[in-house]
């Protein structure tokens, strides 16, 4: 059973930046793909990017890219979200994932374990 924790989520003015945080537990980090997902008040949970076992390989959601980069420290069992250029359509609660496969990566159904996810609120 794997728990994990995030950290990091606050309040920044559009164009700032945040680094978010998962700390893994309970099981063999690089055993597991890590993925973060967020969701907005009124919206379906939605994906954001997905990083493989030993960081190797990186997906991006379209709205990210460019702007959003993932990172891992398998001997930190920690996965970090780098956040820059944001904007209001940024602000969700952000969720980090684990799975010890790389399936349909996008979708949330595929991801066995989840953090309770930080605020993060971009005001204009």
């Known amino acids: 059973q794997v728990q994990l924790v995030e950290s990091g989520g606050g309040l920044v003015q559009a164009g700032g930046s945040l680094r978010l945080s998962c700390a893994a537990s309970g099981g063999t980090f690089s055993r597991y793909v890590m993925g973060w997902f967020r969701q907005a008040p009124g919206k379906e949970r939605e994906f954001v990017v997905v990083?493989?076992?030993?960081?190797?390989?990186?997906y991006y959601a379209d709205s990210v890219k460019g702007r959003f980069t993932i990172s891992r420290d398998n001997s930190k069992n920690t996965v970090y979200l780098q956040m820059n250029s944001l904007n209001p359509e940024d602000t969700a609660v952000y969720y980090c994932?684990?799975?010890?496969?790389?399936?349909?990566?996008?979708?949330?159904?595929?991801?066995?374990?989840w953090g309770q996810g930080t605020q993060v609120t971009v005001s204009s």
């Open positions: 990083i493989t076992w030993r960081g190797g390989t990186t």
């Open positions: 994932a684990a799975d010890s496969r790389l399936r349909i990566y996008w979708r949330s159904n595929q991801y066995a374990y």
